[in-house]
């Protein structure tokens, strides 16, 4: 039972609690990350880094930072994306109808930022039957024994999702 399925269009990014300039988006993340998280884009099936990632830790989102899965509740799903069968928290992402190219699926967002994190499908595994297919470019990964507390953006090295800012994208 999805009880945080939002119906209707996506939720504008205005409504988020965390947004961030679009210049500084651009600056800061990977033309994919980009594509992926601010454009709803899909990167190709079996690119992404995280894919076959079997290190214990945790999985952030790419833009703000925020916890969203942890490495034991990944699995294989065969699909060519990182999948997970369940939330680091139930409030990390937001659930929205997409019905675009003419079908009906289920967009997987970051709760906190609304980046495009994926699609969500009630195909996986016990317990949940859950399956978080998600883009590796919307994700952020933190080994469990990293030294750092910071969160690593891939769009460059040593760099931190900046603390969240009250404007508009």
């Known amino acids: 039972m999805m009880t945080s399925l939002q119906l209707g269009t996506c939720r504008s990014k205005k409504t988020w609690p965390k947004t961030f300039p679009e210049e500084e988006l651009r600056k800061r993340l990977t033309p994919m990350q980009y594509h ?8 190709s099936a079996f690119t992404g880094k995280y894919t076959d990632n079997k290190e214990e830790g945790t999985y952030q989102c790419v833009v703000c930072g925020a916890p969203l899965f942890t ?15 369940d939330l680091i928290n139930k409030d ?24 495009h994190l994926g699609h969500f499908f009630d195909d996986g595994p016990r317990p949940t039957k859950k399956r ?38």
């Open 36 to 43: 992926v998280t601010q454009e709803k884009g899909t990167e």
């Open 92 to 115: 990390s992402v937001t659930l929205t109808d997409d019905f675009s190219y003419g079908m009906h699926r289920v967009e997987a967002t970051c709760s906190q930022c609304g980046a």
């Open 71 to 85: 490495s034991d509740k990944k699995f294989d799903s065969g699909s060519g994306w990182p999948s997970f069968f």
């Open 132 to 169: 978080y297919c998600i883009n590796s470019a919307s994700l952020n990964f933190r080994a469990k024994n990293s030294p750092s507390e910071e969160v690593e953006a891939s769009g460059g090295a040593g760099q931190s999702p900046p603390s969240s800012k009250n404007e508009e994208l």
